[in-house]
């Protein structure tokens, strides 16, 4: 059984500029979830996407945005770099029975460190 | 407000001796609890979770956690920490139809003295 993985590993970017981040989720999962973890605090709920659509939202402006595909792996796009965005962006993926989603187990991906210049 | 406090942010054991983290959630559904870990530069480890049933449930790596609905709490235990257990700490919560939002803890940082 494949885990969750997440690429690249590190990023450095500079303010203003675009980022796009990869997860592959873990074999038999349907649901990815994307969390923001900065420095010191816990993670933060990004989104979720369920059958390749959005289906929850954290409290993240609109520049924060992410796909699906059909086999599950999903991306996350940050446009207009700020620099607090600067964190370790962690991946999770689950598998939900339900189409309102649903906090079943969230098996994480070892995350992809953001920094902006 | 849906919310989860660790109230400890570090925390420092010997090796052997015990170990319990404490965790209270604020939620208005019936709650759905996880403890993860996460090892410096790393993702999160599931440690155990509570959906229903039994309100002592086991994990992984010797750890246990009990739910206590009257105190709006999920203590992690463990009986004999090892060094290897160094760490930091998440509490999480969520529920059924959330949407898959888990509230997270600022987490407790764990240090083991030989």
């Known amino acids: 059984e494949t885990g969750v993985t997440q690429s690249p590993t590190h990023l450095i970017k500079t303010r203003g500029q675009q980022v796009t981040l990869r997860c592959s989720s873990q074999?038999?999962?349907?649901?990815v979830s994307w969390y923001q973890q900065a420095l010191g605090q816990g993670p933060q709920f990004i989104f979720q996407?369920?059958?390749?659509?959005?289906?929850g939202r954290g409290n993240f402006p609109p520049r924060f945005s992410g796909l699906q595909f059909p086999n599950y792996s999903s991306e996350l796009n940050v446009n207009a770099l700020e620099l607090d965005d600067s964190a370790l962006y962690l991946c999770?993926?689950?598998?939900?029975?339900?189409?309102?989603?649903?906090?079943?187990?969230?098996?994480f991906g070892p995350g992809t460190r953001l920094t902006v210049l | 407000a849906q919310s989860v406090t660790q109230p400890d942010i570090h925390i420092t054991v010997s090796e052997g001796a015990s170990l319990e983290l404490r965790c209270n959630y604020s939620?208005?559904?019936?709650?759905?609890l996880f403890w993860y870990v996460q090892s410096p530069g790393q993702g999160l480890q599931l440690l155990l979770k509570?959906?229903?049933?039994?309100?002592l449930v086991q994990g992984i790596k010797g750890f246990e956690a009990e739910f206590k609905r009257s105190q709006s709490s999920f203590n992690l235990r463990k009986p004999s920490v090892h060094w290897s257990d160094a760490a930091e700490y998440f509490c999480?919560?969520?529920?059924?139809?959330?949407?898959?939002?888990?509230?997270f803890g600022k987490g407790t940082k764990l240090s083991v003295k030989p």
């Open positions: 999770a993926s689950s598998f939900s029975r339900l189409a309102s989603g649903s906090a079943d187990t969230q098996y």
């Open positions: 074999s038999g999962h349907n649901t």
């Open positions: 996407y369920y059958r390749e659509e959005e289906n």
């Open positions: 939620y208005g559904a019936t709650p759905y």
């Open positions: 509570y959906f229903s049933g039994d309100t």
């Open positions: 999480a919560v969520g529920a059924e139809g959330s949407q898959g939002n888990l509230i």
